[in-house]
């Protein structure tokens, strides 16, 4: 889904969710009729017997499900809540499925509402895993250089499925990882040699390490970055 797809989503969500609040509670009002017809304090409330009325007289069933309370909120209110939360947070950035429900859990948003919002958020694509982890391993080995250790750890902090962080993952090649490493280590290696090879290769190896590259890409390439540097002085010399 493209910027101006999602965005245009999110503007049509959030009219939805204005107009359902619009005609909230305090818009509801209850149709006249014989019960009110008569004041009710011109019947005095000892003429009645309570054992009159059955206790089951009224169905628990006919209440419907959203008017029904869930702490002092219905389940109506909480969905509206709900679906406020996550707009606003995917109004920002776009957002992994299990960032949201942690954040919907903060509020106390109930699970049973939190999963059926979440439901119908990845229904219209506004929360889509696969896309996400994606453009984060993309967008996170260009800008940071991340290897892939490192993507496939913040992915799991951030509660993408296993599969889908994987996958995800996946599309960054061992050559395009190499080349990423080069790019650190040739931005590195002046000041790093500063300290003499041996230190230079121990800060280096580390700063690879750290970035998540694995021994079998960082090691050779880090050997070559000071190999070249070594032939490269020899021939000031």
Same mark, same amino acid.
């Given at each position: 889904?493209?910027?101006?797809?999602?965005?245009?989503?999110?503007?049509?969500?959030?009219?939805?969710?204005?107009?359902?609040?619009?005609?909230?509670?305090?818009?509801?009002?209850?149709?006249?009729?014989?019960?009110?017809?008569?004041?009710?304090?011109?019947?005095?409330?000892?003429?009645?017997?309570?054992?009159?009325? &059955? $206790?089951?007289?009224?169905?628990?069933?006919?209440?419907?499900?959203?008017?029904?309370?869930?702490?002092?909120?219905?389940?109506? +209110?909480?969905?509206?809540?709900?679906?406020?939360?996550?707009?606003?947070?995917?109004?920002?950035?776009?957002?992994?499925?299990?960032?949201l429900a942690q954040a919907l859990r903060r509020k106390e948003i109930p699970e049973e509402i939190a999963e059926s919002v979440l439901d119908r958020l990845t229904e219209v694509g506004l929360?889509?895993?696969?896309?996400?982890?994606?453009?984060?391993?993309?967008?996170?080995?260009?800008?940071?250089?991340?290897?892939? %250790?490192?993507?496939? %750890?913040? @992915?799991?902090?951030?509660?993408?499925?296993?599969?889908? @962080?994987?996958?995800?993952?996946?599309?960054?090649?061992?050559?395009? +990882?190499?080349?990423?490493?080069?790019?650190?280590?040739?931005?590195?290696?002046?000041? $790093?040699?500063?300290?003499? &090879?041996?230190?230079?290769?121990?800060?280096? @190896?580390?700063?690879?390490?750290?970035?998540?590259?694995?021994?079998?890409?960082?090691?050779?390439?880090? +050997?070559?970055?000071? +190999?070249?540097?070594?032939?490269?002085?020899?021939?000031?010399?």
């Amino acid at each position: 889904m493209d910027t101006a797809e999602r965005e245009s989503r999110l503007q049509t969500l959030a009219e939805e969710i204005a107009a359902v609040q619009s005609t909230g509670p305090s818009a509801v009002r209850t149709p006249a009729g014989p019960a009110d017809a008569v004041p009710a304090d011109t019947v005095p409330a000892d003429t009645v017997p309570a054992d009159t009325v &059955p $206790a089951d007289a009224v169905p628990a069933d006919t209440v419907p499900a959203d008017t029904a309370p869930v702490g002092s909120r219905t389940a109506r +209110e909480l969905t509206i809540a709900a679906k406020a939360i996550c707009l606003r947070l995917l109004a920002v950035a776009p957002r992994p499925r299990a960032g949201l429900a942690q954040a919907l859990r903060r509020k106390e948003i109930p699970e049973e509402i939190a999963e059926s919002v979440l439901d119908r958020l990845t229904e219209v694509g506004l929360i889509d895993d696969v896309a996400y982890a994606n453009s984060y391993v993309r967008v996170k080995h260009r800008d940071r250089g991340l290897g892939r %250790s490192a993507l496939r %750890s913040e @992915l799991r902090k951030l509660g993408v499925e296993p599969d889908v @962080l994987a996958a995800a993952v996946e599309t960054v090649d061992s050559d395009a +990882e190499r080349a990423r490493a080069r790019e650190l280590i040739g931005k590195r290696l002046d000041a $790093a040699m500063a300290a003499g &090879p041996i230190a230079a290769r121990r800060r280096l @190896l580390g700063l690879l390490a750290r970035r998540g590259y694995s021994p079998e890409i960082a090691v050779p390439v880090v +050997e070559s970055a000071l +190999e070249g540097y070594s032939q490269a002085q020899d021939g000031w010399s």
